[in-house]
């Protein structure tokens, strides 16, 4: 087995403190544990690296827009795009976050398959008010879309603070703890607002009654440009992952959707709808 370790000291700015202070240097540390050569795929990245910021729709968690990073640590610049919150479209689209503003990454590392974040106090603030589940799905769920992240602990202000809400962070947490907090089918890639272009590939996660599910991508004036009917590797009361290619004609740059769906067993009705905004490009 070879290990590899990289440090990354980052220069972040003190959001929300006052005029007169200092930018704080974070150490963030990520070390992975591969046998023979390099990494397949690690959350340390080249230059121009695109990562994806959870963050909530309803109750729920949603994929938000894809943010380019010039770091190597992903993993990181992930979580702080997930502090920095939704930008404008998404907050128009309705895309909401549970963290509260001005929380701070001050740690991460990602060791054998575990991440360990340690989070400024802020990440309490509001825990009666605002479900401190959702927050925290939101984390995990941003650290584990790297192969690399499995599980995810949290610390808050370098100690471990047990329970945060109902959740205890004395143990590893997994998506599967958030799974109330989860879409029925959830979409992962393309992000929202993404530019595609025919074809693309759709993923995600689904735990849907016999694993079953429909599509419809449509164009801004609600044109459906293509439709099926998928499978996922698993559902009813477990979840699976499906995969599948969408093709699909325009002849300029549009905007469009992805809508995924159940139908419902007691009388054929669409529940379970979640609307991924796109950019189609000819």
Same mark, same amino acid.
Request: proline letters at 8%; a negative charge.
């Given at each position: 087995m070879r290990r590899l370790g990289i440090v990354l000291l980052v220069a972040a700015a003190c959001a929300g403190c006052g005029s007169g202070s200092e930018p704080r240097t974070v150490t963030v540390t990520t070390t992975e544990t591969v046998a023979g050569g390099p990494p397949a795929s690690t959350t340390q990245a080249a230059t121009g690296s695109t990562v994806v910021p959870y963050f909530i729709e309803g109750d729920q968690v949603a994929a938000g827009e894809p943010v380019e990073t010039p770091e190597r640590g992903v993993a990181a610049a992930a979580l702080r795009a997930l502090l920095d919150g939704p930008n404008g479209r998404e907050l128009a689209a309705g895309l909401t976050t549970a963290v509260p503003p001005d929380t701070r990454l001050l740690e991460l590392t990602v060791v054998d398959g575990l991440a360990r974040v340690d989070l400024s106090g802020l990440f309490r603030e509001g825990e009666g008010v605002i479900p401190a589940r959702e927050r925290l799905a939101q984390v995990v769920y941003t650290l584990t879309q790297f192969p690399t992240v499995k599980r995810v602990r949290v610390r808050i202000d370098g100690h471990t603070v047990t329970p945060l809400g109902d959740v205890k962070l004395d143990r590893a947490l997994t998506r #599967?703890?958030?799974?109330?907090?989860?879409?029925?089918?959830? &979409?992962?890639?393309?992000? @929202? #607002? +993404? #530019? &595609?272009?025919?074809? @693309?590939?759709?993923?995600? +996660? #689904?735990?849907? @009654?016999?694993a079953t599910f429909e599509y419809e991508l449509r164009d801004a004036a609600g044109k459906i440009l293509a439709q099926h009917f998928e499978t996922a590797t698993s559902g009813t009361g477990t979840?699976?992952?499906f995969s599948f290619p969408v093709s699909f004609t325009v002849t300029q740059p549009t905007a469009g959707s992805l809508v995924v769906f159940e139908r419902s067993a007691a009388d054929g009705s669409r529940i379970h709808v979640r609307s991924i905004p796109l950019r189609l490009q000819p």
């Open positions: #599967a703890d958030f799974e109330d907090q989860t879409p029925t089918i959830l &979409v992962e890639s393309p992000g @929202f #607002a +993404t #530019a &595609v272009s025919s074809p @693309f590939t759709a993923r995600g +996660t #689904a735990n849907t @009654f016999e979840r699976g992952t």
